[in-house]
């Protein structure tokens, strides 16, 4: 069974950083693209980043390009995302999952804990 381990979130203020960490438990993440979905209060899930298999593709929100940077470190099984300049709008629950087409969950997926982020000062 697919499971991922978020970690990484916490409180931060505004302009800060956060590096978050996507550990896969159980299984090989090298045959599967990833992606950073994020769930804020009374939305649904929104496709934040998503990396390709072999790290070729990339694709990014327009509200996180040029602060959000993906990346994949197959030999720790592990896929990270730096965020960088974040603002309120960012606070959300963050949430890992293997993906398809430009940046969707498969179909079906259930979703792990996640990893809280709050941007506030």
């Known amino acids: 069974q697919l499971r991922f381990v978020e970690s990484g979130g916490g409180l931060v203020q505004p302009g800060g950083s956060l590096r978050l960490s996507c550990a896969a438990s159980?299984?090989?993440?090298?045959?599967?693209?990833i992606g950073w979905f994020r769930q804020a209060p009374g939305k649904e899930h929104e496709g934040v980043s998503c990396?390709?298999?072999?790290?070729?593709?990339?694709y990014y929100a327009d509200s996180v390009k040029g602060r959000f940077t993906i990346s994949r470190d197959n030999a720790k099984n592990t896929v990270y995302l730096q965020m960088n300049r974040l603002k309120h709008e960012d606070t959300a629950v963050y949430y890992c999952?293997?993906?398809?087409?430009?940046?969707?969950?498969?179909?079906?997926?259930?979703w792990g804990q996640g990893t809280q982020v709050t941007v506030s000062s």
């Open positions: 999952a293997p993906t398809m087409g430009l940046c969707a969950p498969i179909h079906p997926w259930s």
């Open positions: 159980g299984f090989t993440l090298d045959y599967y693209a």
């Open positions: 990396i390709s298999l072999s790290d070729q593709y990339t």
